[in-house]
């Protein structure tokens, strides 16, 4: 496994070059990790609070620690401290306790709004009710310590291409209806979190700020 020759390779395909690659380096060894390091990599993506609380001692200073998984909002806590950006945001609650969590260290925590954009059932997210309801709440006003930096969204797995690029395109109306509102200063809305190993040519295309890449770089999940 070639992982500075994966990473070359997809930076190549790249549509947009002000794309930002976050590494998926859940279930991957630290050594895999700090050879992405050495590749250039700075942006790298978990999925569990307990891989990521045990990856960010070991590795240097300046890596940015994405949290891309379903986020649980006991677990908040343990990585309020250090979490560059939480994506998957889908629900008020857990909105409330990053923000509860900033407070108590005194830090802003960047966080991307998910959105439930495929038709899949699984899938996390907001629907638009729900957010239109969190977003006239006047709790919501009181947000001291989270910065909402934009939106998140994972497509339907599926091979129907023109589906995905609808459920991304979706998603992308979603942000700049969003950003023509009034909005508290603390939603300024900069990112669209769209696009995996499968798809990220048509998120980039449907206009992806940030792409999160795991199996083309790393390989299958060990």
Not at 9 to 16: D, E, L, P, R
Not at 33 to 59: H, S
Not at 113 to 127: N, R, V
Request: contains cysteine; aromatic residues 8%; negative net charge.
């Amino acid at each position: 496994m070639d992982i500075k020759a994966n990473l070359e390779a997809v930076k190549k395909t790249f549509k947009s070059e002000d794309c930002l690659l976050v590494a998926v380096s859940k279930t991957k060894p630290l050594e895999d990790l700090k050879t992405a390091y050495e590749a250039g990599i700075r942006d790298f993506g978990e999925n569990k609070v307990q891989e990521l609380q045990v990856k960010q001692p070991e590795m240097p200073e300046d890596v940015n620690w994405h949290m891309i998984g379903h986020l649980q909002s006991n677990k908040v806590k343990f990585i309020a401290p250090f979490v560059y950006l939480i994506h998957g945001v889908d629900s008020f609650k857990l909105l409330r306790e990053i923000n509860k969590q900033g407070k108590k260290i005194d830090r802003r925590i960047n966080v991307l709004l998910q959105m439930h954009i495929a038709e899949e059932e699984t899938k996390f997210g907001f629907d638009k009710l729900e957010l239109d309801e969190m977003l006239s709440n006047p709790d919501f006003l009181s947000l001291s310590h989270v910065k909402i930096q934009g939106l998140m969204g994972m497509a339907t797995f599926t091979e129907n291409k023109d589906q995905v690029r609808k459920e991304f395109r979706s998603l992308k109306t979603l942000f700049e209806e969003l950003k023509s509102r009034t909005l508290p200063d603390f939603v300024q809305l900069e990112d669209i979190s769209m696009g995996m190993s499968g798809d990220y040519l048509i998120a980039q295309e449907e206009g992806s700020t940030m792409v999160r890449i795991g199996s083309a770089i790393f390989g299958g999940r060990s």
